[in-house]
């Protein structure tokens, strides 16, 4: 270690790197020894882990999703004997008048999935006075957009706003209904998740807001920080392309997945002939077994 410069700490370090990359094991030959692993199938297999996991936790994200959708839909029907959990605000000026008086009482922690894709000027605006307000405060802020907003520049220079101002972004293929979440103890939520405009629930009270609050934390948990680059997944596969495949077979049409992905529906039909192209497959229905083949699905 004296001829390499380096401590021991930084050895042991370094073997921890490698052994949880997979390129180091315990030899099964001598006791306390160790064995080198090929390189080529270390990191196979730390990717895989990696992918099982990753895997995993999208599984979580769809049945939480799953489970907010059933929660929403009934929500405006719902009353517990103490009072109604959730008040109706209708129309889109009662939820900016709700919106601001929410940006002036948040204390610690503001949550918001920004599903819809690039948003519209006067959106913005509104956002960004009230988003001013929070964290003037210093109140923390995270927010999750679709991936598609990258190609916005409006919306990129509202997200931008956002982190030079202490707030937090990250974008994701696909996201749940839009939903705010304000110091864990109200959340403002639509109505009718298909059309926003139609007004917005507010929802209060722990047995409600917990799995809200759960889904947040998983979706930001596996999505993209503002200042990286939506990567290629396996054999150069995005997060966007991923989901317009899962999204169609489901039975979607392109019309529905490009909504839900925040994208035109020219876009999704480019998408899905580019990989159609790539997959070598003359009809969606072998697009699908190919795809299916190789783990894309």
Do not use: C, Y
Request: avoid cysteine; charged fraction near 25%.
């Amino acid at each position: 270690m004296d001829l390499l410069g380096i401590t021991e700490e930084q050895v042991r370090s370094a073997l921890d790197s490698l052994f949880d990359l997979a390129l180091l094991r315990e030899s099964a030959d001598t006791p306390q020894g160790v064995h080198v692993v090929a390189p080529d199938i270390g990191l196979r297999s730390a990717l895989a882990r990696q992918q099982a996991d990753l895997a995993r936790r999208q599984q979580e994200v769809a049945e939480s999703q799953a489970a907010i959708t059933r929660l929403i839909d009934g929500l405006s029907h719902t009353e517990r004997e103490a009072g109604p959990v959730a008040s109706e605000l209708l129309g889109m000026e009662a939820v900016r008048d709700q919106l601001q008086l929410l940006a002036q009482e948040a204390r610690d922690e503001v949550m918001t999935f920004m599903p819809g894709g690039a948003q519209s000027p006067a959106a913005l605006e509104h956002a960004r006075r009230n988003d001013a307000h929070i964290l003037a405060r210093n109140v923390r802020m995270r927010t999750v957009g679709l991936d598609s907003i990258r190609n916005s520049p409006d919306t990129m220079a509202h997200a931008r706003f956002l982190t030079d101002s202490g707030a937090e972004f990250r974008t994701s293929a696909i996201l749940p209904p839009r939903m705010i979440v304000v110091d864990r103890r109200a959340a403002l939520i639509p109505i009718d998740p298909a059309d926003t405009r139609r007004g917005a629930l507010l929802v209060s009270g722990t047995a409600i807001l917990a799995p809200m609050i759960a889904l947040f934390e998983q979706v930001w948990e596996i999505a993209t920080p503002l200042g990286a680059t939506t990567d290629p997944g396996r054999e150069g596969l995005t997060a966007q392309e991923r989901a317009l495949l899962k999204l169609l077979a489901q039975g979607l049409t392109d019309e529905a997945a490009a909504t839900r992905l925040g994208v035109s529906h020219r876009t999704a039909r480019r998408i899905m002939a580019d990989l159609m192209e790539r997959l070598n497959a003359r009809s969606r229905f072998e697009a699908g077994l190919k795809a299916a083949q190789r783990g894309w699905l």
